[in-house]
């Protein structure tokens, strides 16, 4: 068993039960809803159909990041039991939490000088950022020290690849994203935005689809144009989806037709509530390694 813990957010947009099982720890981030504040836990206190339920019938959403004194309360009994800490961010492209987790960490330095906190900002999201933990968990139990396991990180992040589409504007256009005028001629247009994150982690419109048929079509192409090795790739591939599973499911099928080794081999998930807030329902994302981010 390692000597540290690996930590994470909740906004990697995995189970409770896969947390629990893989021995990661996660700080959850809020959002709020019709001026009602709520805790990201994971669909604990609610479903997914239920919050994007809410969100297509017009709810107005916001979404806060984690606190450094969210981060000070979360790390500190591990201290206390004398592990040392690794903990992984959502991107710095779309959240301030890096930077309160640096904070954070520089706060228990003083008071903990004989342990070691050490802050990765992923430059993922959603089941991407919990892709990335999810190989990085491979490599502890394997038995990579902490500043083997960071060194790792740094040098492969930028190849996980994040690809997905977005059927609904409404949430982009409500947080800025898109504007009132773009979200407008697009859904009128019925085109679907193929999107990725780029080396910064941030989120960049790459292609305008028409129709969501053709931009699930385009998010399996991306997996043999981009992967490892294309059509041979051997490596892991998740999907997050929200409350559009069947899409999802479709892209998986078209994948697995064209990558033998993913075939029934891709985890899907559903986006949480916090990117969900965002990106709104009918997005599926597409994740893997790959190609290296350079733009």
Not at 34 to 59: C, E, I, W
Not at 90 to 111: Q, V
Not at 157 to 171: A, I, T
Not at 267 to 294: C, E, N, W, Y
Request: aromatic share 10%; charged share 25%; hydrophobic share 40%.
């Amino acid at each position: 068993m390692a000597d540290y813990i690996l930590s994470c957010e909740s906004t990697a947009d995995m189970t409770r039960e896969y947390f629990e099982r893989r021995d990661i720890p996660y700080v959850c981030f809020h959002y709020e809803i019709d001026g009602v504040t709520y805790t990201d836990d994971l669909f604990q206190s609610t479903t997914p159909d239920a919050f994007f339920t809410r969100l297509k019938n017009g709810a107005q959403a916001k979404t806060s990041q984690v606190g450094t004194g969210e981060y000070v309360a979360f790390w500190e009994p591990y201290l206390k039991e004398g592990k040392d800490i690794l903990h992984l961010t959502l991107s710095s492209g779309i959240s301030g939490t890096y930077n309160s987790a640096c904070l954070a960490a520089e706060t228990l330095a003083d008071k903990y000088p004989e342990r070691t906190i050490r802050v990765i900002d992923s430059l993922a999201a959603s089941s991407g950022y919990g892709l990335l933990l999810d190989y990085m968990a491979d490599h502890r139990d394997a038995g990579m020290s902490l500043e083997e396991l960071a060194a790792w990180t740094e040098d492969h992040k930028l190849e996980l690849n994040h690809w997905f589409f977005v059927s609904d504007l409404d949430c982009l256009k409500r947080g800025g994203r898109v504007s009132a005028t773009s979200a407008l001629i697009a859904t009128a247009l019925k085109i679907c935005p193929v999107m990725n994150v780029d080396y910064q982690g941030k989120l960049i419109p790459r292609e305008k689809i028409r129709t969501k048929k053709k931009a699930i079509v385009q998010l399996a192409k991306k997996c043999v144009e981009h992967a490892q090795n294309g059509s041979a790739y051997t490596g892991k591939c998740f999907i997050s989806q929200s409350s559009c599973l069947e899409d999802a499911q479709e892209v998986a099928r078209l994948i697995g037709e064209q990558v033998p080794a993913l075939k029934d081999n891709i985890q899907i998930f559903s986006i949480g509530t916090v990117i969900g807030a965002h990106t709104g329902p009918g997005t599926v994302a597409l994740f893997f390694m790959g190609d290296k981010r350079v733009d």
